[in-house]
C-alpha cells in the first residue's frame, strides 16, 4: 500500500499555496491534493521531500545511538556476568545457518556483530 494513500494533510489544514507545510507525515492525505495547481504540487513534492530528508536523518541518529548504546550492554553484560552467556540458535529451514551468540545481550561469539535478540525467537 502506497503510502499516499495515508492520511497526509488531515481535513483541517487547508491550503494555502505558498505556505503548505507538512510537518508530520501522518496529517498529509493524498485526496485532499487532488484540486492542487501545479505549483502547489510542486510546493508540497518539495516540503515532503525536506521531511524525507529530516526523517533519514533521525534515523541515521537512532541507528548510531543503538549501536552505541548495544556496545554499552554488551560491555555491561560481560563485567556483570564475568563473561558472556552463550548460546546457539539454527535458523529453522533446510541449510539454515547456525548463530552463537550471547543469550543475554546477543553478541556474537566469533565477531564484534551484536544481534537483535527477537530474530531468535
Ligand atoms: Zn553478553
Same mark, same amino acid.
Given at each position: 500500500m502506497?503510502?499516499?494513500?495515508? +492520511?497526509? @494533510?488531515?481535513?483541517?489544514?487547508?491550503?494555502?499555496?505558498?505556505?503548505?507545510? @507538512?510537518n508530520? /507525515?501522518? +496529517?498529509?492525505?493524498?485526496?485532499?491534493?487532488?484540486?492542487?495547481?501545479?505549483?502547489?504540487?510542486? +510546493?508540497?513534492? +518539495?516540503?515532503?521531500?525536506?521531511?524525507? !530528508? $529530516?526523517y533519514?536523518?533521525?534515523?541515521?541518529?537512532? $541507528?548510531?545511538? /543503538?549501536?552505541? /548504546?548495544?556496545?554499552? @550492554?554488551?560491555?555491561?553484560?560481560?563485567?556483570?556476568?564475568?563473561?558472556h @552467556?552463550?548460546?546457539? !540458535?539454527?535458523?529453522?529451514?533446510?541449510?539454515?545457518?547456525?548463530?552463537?551468540?550471547?543469550?543475554?545481550?546477543?553478541?556474537?561469539? !566469533?565477531?564484534?556483530? /551484536? !544481534?537483535?535478540?527477537?530474530?531468535?525467537?
Amino acid at each position: 500500500m502506497s503510502y499516499y494513500s495515508e +492520511n497526509i @494533510i488531515n481535513e483541517s489544514n487547508t491550503l494555502e499555496s505558498s505556505t503548505l507545510k @507538512i510537518n508530520d /507525515i501522518n +496529517n498529509f492525505n493524498i485526496d485532499n491534493c487532488q484540486q492542487f495547481d501545479i505549483n502547489e504540487l510542486k +510546493n508540497l513534492k +518539495n516540503n515532503l521531500s525536506k521531511l524525507k !530528508y $529530516e526523517y533519514q536523518k533521525k534515523e541515521k541518529l537512532c $541507528e548510531s545511538s /543503538i549501536e552505541t /548504546i548495544n556496545q554499552l @550492554i554488551c560491555n555491561k553484560c560481560f563485567q556483570e556476568n564475568d563473561g558472556h @552467556i552463550w548460546t546457539s !540458535y539454527r535458523e529453522p529451514c533446510m541449510y539454515g545457518e547456525k548463530y552463537h551468540y550471547c543469550k543475554n545481550c546477543g553478541k556474537d561469539m !566469533y565477531s564484534q556483530a /551484536i !544481534y537483535d535478540l527477537s530474530c531468535f525467537n
